[in-house]
T-cell receptor, first 116, second 113 residues
Framework: GENVEQHPSTLSVQEGDSAVIKCTYS??????FPWYKQELGKGPQLIID?????GEKKDQRIAVTLNKTAKHFSLHITETQPEDSAVYFC???????????????FGKGTLLTVNP | ETGVTQTPRHLVMGMTNKKSLKCEQH?????MYWYKQSAKKPLELMFV???????ENNSVPSRFSPECPNSSHLFLHLHTLQPEDSALYLC????????????FGPGTRLTVT
C-alpha cells in the first residue's frame, strides 16, 4: 500500500519568514495530494491540494509543488504569521473514478510554530 | 465550521462500558469516514461508507462497530475498549463523484480508563 513520509516533524520560524514542509510517497499511481491544517481542538482543514497533472499550485501565501518523477511534494508558506501556527498534514491518494471512495494516506504531521 | 459535526466532543469511559460516537454532515455528501488520530502517528483510516454501504474496514478490532443509517449520519459504537484505544476519533465526509476533498469534523477526544 501507499506510504507517505513527512519532514520535518517540527518547524519553528520567525514571523515573516517562509516555511517549507516536504513529503514523499511510494505509490506511483497516486494522483491527488492534499494538505491539511489542524489547529488545537479542531479537526484537519483542507488548505490546498494538487492533482498529478499539475506541477505547482498557489493560493495567496500558500503554494504546493509536485515532482511526480521523484515522488515528492512540498508545501510552501510565505510571509508566515502567528496564526499559521498549527500541525500540517500531507496526504496522498490514488483516487477512484466513477463514484467510488477516495482513500487518503497521511503523513505524520509537522508542528509549525511561528514566533512573533 | 466545515459542515461536519461530531458528538460528544469529549468522552471518558471504562473498559466495560458501551458508548457511541455520532457524526452528522450537512454537505450533501455520499461518503463518510472514521479516522483514529493518536499522538505522533499518521491519521489511521478505520471505516469508509459510500452511499450507506461499508466499502472499507481497515482491519479494525470488532470492539469498534460502525453504523451508517443514511448518507448524513455515521455512528461508531464502542464496547470493551482498551486504554490504547484512547485517541481523537475524527469523522469526515466527501462527495465521491468529482471531488477527492474530505471535510473533517472537530473530533471526539476519547479516554479509556
Amino acid at each position: 500500500g501507499e506510504n507517505v513520509e513527512q519532514h520535518p516533524s517540527t518547524l519553528s520560524v520567525q514571523e515573516g519568514d517562509s516555511a517549507v514542509i516536504k513529503c514523499t510517497y511510494s505509490d506511483s499511481a497516486s494522483n491527488y495530494f492534499p494538505w491539511y491544517k489542524q489547529e488545537l481542538g479542531k479537526g484537519p482543514q483542507l488548505i490546498i491540494d494538487i492533482r498529478s497533472n499539475v506541477g505547482e499550485k498557489k493560493d495567496q501565501r500558500i503554494a504546493v509543488t509536485l515532482n511526480k518523477t521523484a515522488k515528492h511534494f512540498s508545501l510552501h508558506i510565505t510571509e508566515t504569521q502567528p496564526e499559521d501556527s498549527a500541525v500540517y498534514f500531507c496526504a496522498a491518494s490514488t483516487g477512484n473514478s466513477g463514484g467510488s471512495n477516495y482513500k487518503l494516506t497521511f503523513g505524520k504531521g509537522t508542528l509549525l510554530t511561528v514566533n512573533p | 465550521e466545515t459542515g461536519v459535526t461530531q458528538t460528544p466532543r469529549h468522552l471518558v469511559m471504562g473498559m466495560t462500558n458501551k458508548k457511541s460516537l455520532k457524526c452528522e454532515q450537512h454537505l450533501g455528501h455520499n461518503a463518510m469516514y472514521w479516522y483514529k488520530q493518536s499522538a505522533k502517528k499518521p491519521l489511521e483510516l478505520m471505516f469508509v461508507y459510500n452511499f450507506k454501504e461499508q466499502t472499507e474496514n481497515n482491519s479494525v478490532p470488532s470492539r469498534f462497530s460502525p453504523e451508517c443509517p443514511n448518507s448524513s449520519h455515521l455512528f461508531l459504537h464502542l464496547h470493551t475498549l482498551q486504554p490504547e484505544d484512547s485517541a481523537l476519533y475524527l469523522c469526515a465526509s466527501s462527495h465521491p463523484g468529482d471531488s477527492y476533498e474530505q471535510y473533517f469534523g472537530p473530533g471526539t477526544r476519547l479516554t479509556v480508563t
